[in-house]
């Protein structure tokens, strides 16, 4: 597969990635612009073109930190949205909003695993953090989401 | 497996294993539980595809297709000027000139080290190609001898002049029309007509070969 079928059959979820790396459209466009300008230089050197989306994925995350000044997103804790259960009006929200409110070192892992489709172990590679790590990450993401998107008369029934 | 490791697994998000499945078909809370994770993994795609630029996969793909075009043309670009400018660089270097520079390179040594001819042989070899007494006129020469070259007899003369040294081969059955140049390897060598011959200058400045190439001329 050439490069421009490569970047015609994952841009959208290359941007989508970006997107919720930086939370910001523009700026999502830019990392992923730059990013496959990288792509397209090295390219010719990519040994297995099968682990071209992989590889595609990984420069959008070093692009954006590139830009973001090398920072990766830190692994913070949900604290602040298990605090949330004092703060009714972050209940009840539609599940963009939620993914919104979740810290990016939580929505990257999920991101990564549905839209780019990849496992554990690869996801663990890419954001440079052990599997069981990344498996914890996946699971209170998602634990965080439901209560999130839960409806506020099940949230006012819990408190 | 038991509820919890089914509904812990199930909250990874990694699919259901056979073992999974067989917990699930065996028993009903997390039957109901899988129901409600699969709707709510369908919602959770739903929000993380957000919505993309309009025509954006096609326009970073058609952005790959212009750069590879740019790169082509500005290759090509290079290439041609690299090829013109190699072109014009062998345009410069005249082969006899070359082979002037090969000869003082390679045979120099050897023929100063074989010695001079007598003043009067020297004068009588030169005399219908390049007259002693105009190279005198120039500066001092140190050193005159035959040496073949080319198939024919060429005569190495070492010129003194107040620049410094410079080479010259005197080739009395070489004719040749204008002036031409080469250099290779800090050496320059200008050879032009002379008499019923030609004459090469080579020195390593420039400068002075072009002089003294300037003044055999005149």
Redesign the interface.
């Known amino acids: 597969m050439s490069?421009?079928?490569t970047?015609?059959?994952h841009?959208?979820d290359l941007?989508?990635y970006a997107?919720?790396l930086a939370r910001d459209?523009a700026q999502a466009?830019d990392v992923?612009?730059e990013a496959?300008?990288r792509g397209?230089r090295a390219f010719p050197r990519l040994r297995e073109r099968a682990a071209a989306k992989a590889w595609l994925f990984s420069i959008v995350r070093n692009e954006y930190l590139r830009a973001a000044g090398n920072r990766a997103p830190d692994a913070e804790t949900l604290d602040g949205l298990e605090i949330a259960d004092e703060r009714p009006e972050l209940f009840g929200l539609?599940?963009?909003d939620?993914?919104a409110a979740l810290p990016a070192s939580y929505a990257e892992p999920?991101?990564l695993?549905?839209?780019g489709g990849f496992?554990?172990a690869e996801i663990a590679d890419m954001i440079g953090a052990t599997e069981g790590a990344t498996?914890t990450r996946?699971?209170r993401a998602?634990?965080a989401?439901?209560r999130l998107?839960a409806p506020r008369e099940h949230k006012a029934g819990r408190t | 497996m038991n509820c919890l490791d089914y509904r812990r697994q199930l909250l990874c998000g990694t699919g259901e294993t056979d073992g999974m499945r067989v917990h699930r078909l065996q028993c009903a809370g997390c039957a109901s539980e899988w129901q409600e994770q699969a709707a709510f993994e369908g919602a959770l795609r739903a929000g993380l595809e957000v919505p993309v630029p309009a025509g954006f996969g096609e326009r970073m793909a058609n952005a790959q297709v212009a750069r590879r075009r740019r790169f082509l043309a500005v290759a090509a670009t290079a290439l041609v000027a690299a090829g013109a400018g190699g072109y014009a660089w062998l345009a410069r270097q005249d082969p006899l000139a070359l082979a002037n520079i090969d000869f003082v390179m390679k045979e120099e040594a050897n023929s100063i080290m074989m010695g001079a001819i007598p003043h009067a042989e020297a004068q009588a070899a030169l005399a219908a190609t390049l007259p002693l007494d105009r190279l005198e006129g120039l500066g001092q020469v140190k050193h005159v001898r035959p040496c073949p070259f080319n198939g024919a007899t060429a005569y190495h003369v070492v010129l003194m002049v107040p620049q410094g040294k410079v080479s010259l081969l005197v080739m009395p059955s070489t004719r040749i029309r204008g002036r031409h140049h080469a250099e290779k390897e800090g050496m320059h060598a200008e050879v032009m007509p002379a008499g019923n011959g030609s004459v090469g200058v080579i020195g390593i400045d420039a400068a002075v070969v072009d002089s003294v190439a300037g003044a055999l001329k005149a």
Request: aromatic share 12%.
């Open positions: 490069f421009e079928e970047v015609r059959t841009a959208a941007y989508r997107y919720w459209h466009e992923v612009q496959l300008l397209w539609e599940m963009r939620a993914l999920l991101a695993q549905v839209l496992s554990c498996m996946l699971t998602r634990q989401l439901k998107v």
